[in-house]
Structures are given as structure tokens and as C-alpha cells.
């Protein structure tokens, strides 16, 4: 059964940092490319950063180029969002999934609970 656990998110002041983690079961997570996603109130999930399954790969959306950093621990099943110069509009639940690359990024796993980053003052 795939299980994904998402933590690491909180309140934070703009141009603040968080470090999400998204811990992995149930698959051979070491053969999958994985990503974070976000979803703002009243917002469609939007896919947020890519990792190949080696880890040698990136890809971001342009809204947190430069910001985020999506990596990956294959011995310890986990995925990494470092989030840096947060701002409001980075509100939203994060949450990650196993992906499949293929004429776009389409998600595989079931959904965890995600994890809530709120940017404010």
C-alpha cells in the first residue's frame, strides 16, 4: 500500500524558509521520479517542483524558480521542498506523490494529507 507523509510546514513570516519532507512506503520509491504539489483555498492543485528517481534532474514551476529546491534521499525514502523568500502567495497545502513522466507529469500514488504553509505577517 503506498503511504505518503508529509510534514515540515507551519507559519512563517514572508521571506521566511520552511523545509518540507514527504516520507515513502509501500513502492520502490527508488525507481520513481517524485514531485511536490500545492493547492491554495479555492485553487486547483498545481504542480510545484520535479525530481527524477536518481535525483540527478530538476524541474520547477516558474512561480518558485530560483525559491525551491526539490531533492531526494533514496536510502531514507524521502523527499525534500526546500522552500526559501516564501511569500504569500506560497500559501497553500503541499502535498507529493510518485509520478509518472510521460507526455507531462501525471501523479500515481494515493494522496497523503499534505502539509499547510501559511506566509504571513
Known amino acids: 500500500q503506498v503511504l505518503l507523509v508529509e510534514s515540515g510546514g507551519g507559519l512563517v513570516q514572508p521571506g521566511g524558509s520552511l523545509r518540507l519532507s514527504c516520507a515513502a512506503s509501500?513502492?520502490?520509491?527508488?525507481?520513481?521520479?517524485m514531485s511536490w504539489y500545492r493547492q491554495a483555498p479555492g485553487k486547483e492543485r498545481e504542480l510545484v517542483a520535479v525530481?527524477?528517481?536518481?535525483?540527478?534532474?530538476?524541474n520547477y514551476a516558474d512561480s518558485v524558480k530560483g525559491r525551491f529546491t526539490i531533492s531526494r534521499d533514496n536510502a531514507k525514502n524521502t523527499v525534500y521542498l526546500q522552500m526559501n523568500n516564501l511569500n504569500p502567495e506560497d500559501t497553500a497545502i503541499y502535498y507529493c506523490?510518485?509520478?509518472?513522466?510521460?507526455?507531462?507529469?501525471?501523479?500515481?500514488?494515493?494522496w497523503g494529507q499534505g502539509t499547510q504553509v501559511t506566509v504571513s505577517s
Open positions: 509501500g513502492f520502490a520509491f527508488e525507481n520513481y521520479a
Open positions: 506523490n510518485a509520478v509518472v513522466v510521460r507526455n507531462g507529469v501525471h501523479p500515481v500514488g494515493t
Open positions: 525530481i527524477t528517481s536518481a535525483g540527478g534532474s530538476t
